[in-house]
């Protein structure tokens, strides 16, 4: 399993990606909307973040209904942390 820096270096880049911003200015603490990222955002972001593990063997699959319940940076990193421990679970 990546490790939770890894995982929070990815999220990150795809939302630094996405609102074409440096990656070193968006913290885990970063609210999502006040970056100025929209329902569209985010499904982009987890596109991103999908297609980046599926490069890695990984079949993570962030759901559009889970895509809402992301608050903060942090929560869309745990969120994939999670969901990679998981799919690695007998």
Not at 25 to 33: F, G, P, Q, T
């Amino acid at each position: 399993m990546p490790l939770a820096g890894d995982v929070f270096g990815v999220v990150r880049g795809a939302i630094a990606t996405v609102l074409e911003r440096d990656a070193a200015a968006i913290s885990a603490d970063s609210n999502l909307r006040e970056l100025g990222i929209d329902s569209l955002g985010l499904v982009a972001i987890a596109e991103m973040v999908e297609e980046h593990y599926a490069a890695h063997a990984s079949n993570l699959r962030i759901p559009d209904d889970d895509l809402d319940r992301f608050v903060t940076v942090a929560d869309a990193a745990g969120f994939v942390q999670q969901q990679l421990g998981a799919e690695r679970r007998p």
